[in-house]
């Protein structure tokens, strides 16, 4: 057999490709923070699914933080009587499907990722970033949807109320049976469903001799390309063109950069794009 005519999207087995969509909400931010709701889609590529909805009771006492309770609303009462996360029925499926020949999507995915890693999830998927694949694909300031709302930010529930309509997000409600609203795990999975969509989309209208399985590793590649800052969000040169900037202070982004990389260098947690734009910008001039 030639090596293109080899079906990439079925393993060993033959079973077909999965794209598995999940949100966690958390007890707090920290590294030891535990998962306490989990929702998940998990699709094949002709779109039949599995539906996942779990509360999570916490282990050692863990109570949830204060803040985190703010966001998305779950009280520590409501986890009375459920199995903990590594009991659940979407950490046992996960750890099944957790081969290369299936996806793992999320939107921020560092994140969700880190809390399945604290129970001991080691991630051998093809991982897609809907947020840093939306760095790549919109700009900011892009005009979209019907109203023509110019795109502020990356956040998912910007996107929604963006390029959703009412009757869109009803439809879809009524297909997975579910209630949608902000900061809660399955509302925010079927918007996530919805988004993603859209992401294949725009990567094939990019590239029309695209399939989904082309446009799936396109994902997966951006999701690990670092992005190309245009724009200061914080600082004194808050809105400012980077490239601006380096003409009138290019001590401030030298001075930038090296602690961005001490950060790094230490293991600390930074924003990789923003690295990578100093770096790629102070090493051109």
């Given at each position: 057999?030639?090596?293109?005519?080899?079906?990439?999207?079925?393993?060993?087995?033959?079973?077909?490709?999965?794209?598995?969509?999940?949100?966690?909400?958390?007890?707090?931010?920290?590294?030891?923070?535990?998962?306490?709701?989990?929702?998940?889609?998990?699709?094949?590529?002709?779109?039949?699914?599995?539906?996942?909805?779990e509360?999570?009771?916490?282990?050692?006492?863990?109570?949830?933080?204060?803040?985190?309770?703010?966001?998305?609303?779950?009280?520590?009462?409501?986890?009375?009587?459920?199995?903990?996360?590594?009991?659940?029925?979407?950490?046992?499926?996960?750890?099944?499907?957790?081969?290369?020949?299936?996806?793992?999507?999320?939107?921020?995915?560092?994140?969700?990722?880190?809390?399945?890693?604290?129970?001991?999830?080691?991630?051998?998927?093809?991982?897609?970033?809907?947020?840093?694949?939306?760095?790549?694909?919109?700009?900011?300031?892009?005009?979209?949807?019907?109203?023509?709302?110019?795109?502020?930010?990356?956040?998912?529930q910007?996107?929604?109320?963006?390029?959703?309509?009412?009757?869109?997000?009803?439809?879809?409600?009524?297909?997975?049976?579910?209630?949608?609203?902000?900061?809660?795990?399955?509302?925010?999975?079927?918007?996530?469903?919805?988004?993603?969509?859209?992401?294949?989309?725009?990567?094939?209208?990019?590239?029309?001799?695209?399939?989904?399985?082309d446009?799936?590793?396109?994902?997966?590649?951006?999701?690990?390309?670092?992005?190309?800052?245009?724009t200061?969000?914080?600082?004194?040169?808050?809105?400012?063109?980077?490239?601006?900037?380096?003409?009138?202070?290019?001590?401030?982004?030298?001075?930038?950069?090296?602690?961005?990389?001490?950060?790094?260098?230490?293991?600390e947690?930074?924003?990789?794009?923003m690295?990578?734009?100093?770096?790629?910008?102070?090493?051109?001039?």
């Open positions: 057999m030639d090596l293109f005519d080899f079906d990439f999207s079925e393993n060993s087995d033959g079973e077909k490709s999965k794209i598995i969509l999940f949100d966690t909400e958390t007890t707090g931010t920290n590294s030891d923070d535990q998962i306490i709701e989990i929702g998940a889609i998990v699709e094949d590529l002709d779109e039949a699914y599995e539906q996942y909805y509360l999570c009771a916490t282990t050692n006492n863990k109570l949830i933080d204060v803040n985190a309770m703010a966001v998305h609303g779950i009280r520590n009462e409501e986890l009375a009587g459920k199995q903990p996360f590594e009991q659940s029925d979407f950490y046992k499926r996960v750890q099944e499907l957790n081969t290369p020949t299936n996806y793992l999507v999320a939107h921020n995915l560092p994140f969700d990722l880190a809390r399945l890693e604290y129970y001991g999830f080691s991630a051998k998927c093809k991982l897609i970033d809907t947020l840093q694949c939306a760095k790549h694909l919109f700009e900011l300031g892009e005009v979209l949807g019907e109203w023509d709302y110019a795109l502020p930010n990356y956040k998912l910007t996107f929604r109320y963006i390029l959703f309509n009412k009757e869109q997000e009803d439809s879809i409600a009524k297909k997975y049976g579910v209630d949608i609203k902000a900061h809660n795990a399955i509302g925010d999975v079927v918007i996530l469903k919805m988004f993603f969509d859209v992401l294949i989309e725009r990567v094939q209208k990019q590239n029309p001799n695209f399939d989904k399985q446009a799936l590793n396109e994902l997966v590649e951006l999701s690990s390309k670092p992005v190309l800052v245009k200061f969000n914080f600082g004194k040169y808050k809105g400012k063109l980077i490239k601006a900037v380096l003409e009138i202070d290019r001590g401030y982004l030298e001075w930038l950069y090296r602690d961005i990389k001490k950060k790094r260098d230490s293991g947690s930074i924003d990789e794009n690295y990578s734009t100093l770096k790629t910008v102070l090493e051109q001039r």
